[in-house]
């Protein structure tokens, strides 16, 4: 497979489920990123991972569990969901150099994304 | 806040050549425009970025206006295919990461 794969594409789970999204990228790349996108919202960045390690949150609830176990997979664990949580879950990756200040050149590159219904 | 203002909907005739505006009247001197485009329920896909000179790939053109302070994405042949709603995105290069999505344009190409 190429680019960035996600799995499952489609998960309903109830709110005292536990549950995980899986994400892959065969780019090489080494950053990669968890994305939020509601019904008719914006896409919004929830978590971010630079060399494994998560660099950025942005300010996600707790219920969500990101995990990167090394720079080509990424998941994120659910626990506990609200019904307010059901969106479209996008993973992208992009390449970054080992050093220096940001470029803006880094560009991402998306999976299909998981819809995710919670019951 | 959003850095960019895009019309919320265009129509295109298929076979014909789309163009979508996008303005970013507050672009810093060394900020990129990039563009993605979303088909319904995908993810987002890369479509083209730039600084200043226009750009050319297999997806499309971008012309940015010599102020920078707005661009079009031109898709030439535009097919049904390339219904989709597009963003255009001003990327700050102080972080990373920071790909700040708007509401985009939602693009109908009929036949």
């Known amino acids: 497979e190429t680019g960035v794969t996600q799995t499952p594409r489609h998960l309903v789970m109830g709110m005292t489920n536990k549950k995980s999204l899986k994400c892959e990228q065969h780019l090489g790349h080494n950053a990669m990123y968890w994305y939020k996108q509601s019904a008719k919202k914006p896409l919004e960045l929830m978590f971010v991972?630079?060399?494994?390690?998560?660099?950025e949150n942005n300010s996600v609830p707790s219920r969500f569990s990101p995990e990167c176990p090394n720079s080509s997979h990424l998941f994120l664990h659910l626990h506990t969901l609200q019904p307010e949580d059901s969106a479209l879950y996008l993973c992208?990756?992009?390449?970054?150099?080992?050093?220096?200040?940001?470029?803006?050149?880094?560009?991402?590159?998306f999976g299909p994304g998981t819809r995710l219904t919670v019951l | 806040d959003a850095k960019t203002t895009q019309p919320t909907s265009m129509d295109c005739a298929e076979g014909r050549a789309a163009n979508l505006p996008c303005n970013h009247s507050?672009?810093?001197?060394?900020?990129?425009v990039y563009w993605y485009r979303q088909i319904h329920s995908q993810g987002p896909q890369y479509i083209i970025h730039g600084l200043k000179n226009n750009e050319t790939n297999e997806m499309a053109s971008l012309i940015i206006t010599e102020d920078r302070k707005s661009s079009t994405l031109i898709l030439p042949h535009a097919t049904l295919r390339d219904t989709a709603v597009y963003y255009c995105i001003v990327r700050p290069t102080d972080s990373w990461g920071k790909f700040q999505f708007g509401a985009g344009t939602q693009v109908v190409v009929t036949p």
């Open positions: 992208a990756s992009s390449r970054r150099p080992p050093s220096g200040p940001p470029s803006g050149t880094d560009t991402q590159y």
């Open positions: 991972y630079n060399f494994k390690e998560q660099t």
């Open positions: 507050t672009i810093s001197g060394n900020e990129y």
